[in-house]
T-cell receptor, first 115, second 116 residues
Framework: DSGVTQTPKHLITATGQRVTLRCSPRSGDLSVYWYQQSLDQGLQFLIQYYNGEERAKGNILERFSAQQFPDLHSELNLSSLELGDSALYFC??????????????FGEGSWLTVV | DAKTTQPPSMDCAEGRAANLPCNHSTISGNEYVYWYRQIHSQGPQYIIHGLKNNETNEMASLIITEDRKSSTLILPHATLRDTAVYYCIVRVAQVYSGGGADGLTFGKGTHLIIQP
């Protein structure tokens, strides 16, 4: 158990809909990362937050957005869903930003299926 | 970030040591070498990391060559539960505020299959 909690574990929704994925980082971790893993793309970095502020964006679509709240939990919002958005979405956390020696720990992921 | 090269797949007999190689010939002096593994559709699991020196923990050992251009992850006594995709990643040691992501860039990794 990494200490990173993601909900829901599984989600099935229709095209065009909107969903919210939730992440609670490990206790004491200020930095949160979101990743997407689809069959053909591997693990892709989406976005990073540190202590409530956006730090960096990766391959995140404009239809997707995220935020980190004062209690440090984070939400990833996916809207106007398409079949190709079906994937595993992972949240990860680390103690600080900017220090490569701080380990990043991953949650177990949220399976999103768009039908 | 520097890129890594790993063999796409490897086999190892159960109970033997599994040695997973990784080339990172363009690594910079301030970049760490990280190893993660992913057991089918589970979250990536941290294994070990190092900067210059060899490292050992309860899961594995990491051997980094003196020129830092390659490394080897060693699982000393592989079990069937070690079957997974293993990722070797280089990660910058310090990103200054607003300087960009300090996360992990995953490649395709090595699919390690432990044979009974």
């Amino acid at each position: 158990d990494s200490g990173v909690t993601q909900t829901p574990k599984h989600l099935i929704t229709a095209t065009g809909q909107r969903v919210t994925l939730r992440c609670s980082p490990r206790s004491g971790d200020l930095s949160v990362y979101w990743y997407q893993q689809s069959l053909d793309q591997g693990l892709q970095f989406l976005i990073q937050y540190y202590n409530g502020e956006e730090r960096a964006k990766g391959n995140i679509l404009e239809r997707f957005s995220a935020q980190q709240f004062p209690d440090l939990h984070s939400e990833l919002n996916l809207s106007s869903l398409e079949l190709g958005d079906s994937a595993l979405y992972f949240c990860a956390s680390s103690v600080e930003e900017g220090r490569g020696g701080n380990t990043i720990y991953f949650g177990e992921g949220s399976w999103l299926t768009v039908v | 970030d520097a890129k890594t090269t790993q063999p796409p797949s490897m086999d190892c007999a159960e109970g033997r040591a599994a040695n997973l190689p990784c080339n990172h010939s363009t690594i910079s002096g301030n970049e760490y070498v990280y190893w993660y593994r992913q057991i089918h559709s589970q979250g990536p699991q941290y294994i070990i990391h190092g900067l210059k020196n060899n490292e050992t923990n309860e899961m594995a050992s990491l051997i980094i060559t003196e020129d830092r251009k390659s490394s080897t992850l060693i699982l000393p006594h592989a079990t069937l539960r070690d079957t997974a995709v293993y990722y070797c990643i280089v990660r910058v040691a310090q990103v200054y505020s607003g300087g960009g992501a300090d996360g992990l860039t995953f490649g395709k990794g090595t699919h390690l299959i432990i044979q009974p």
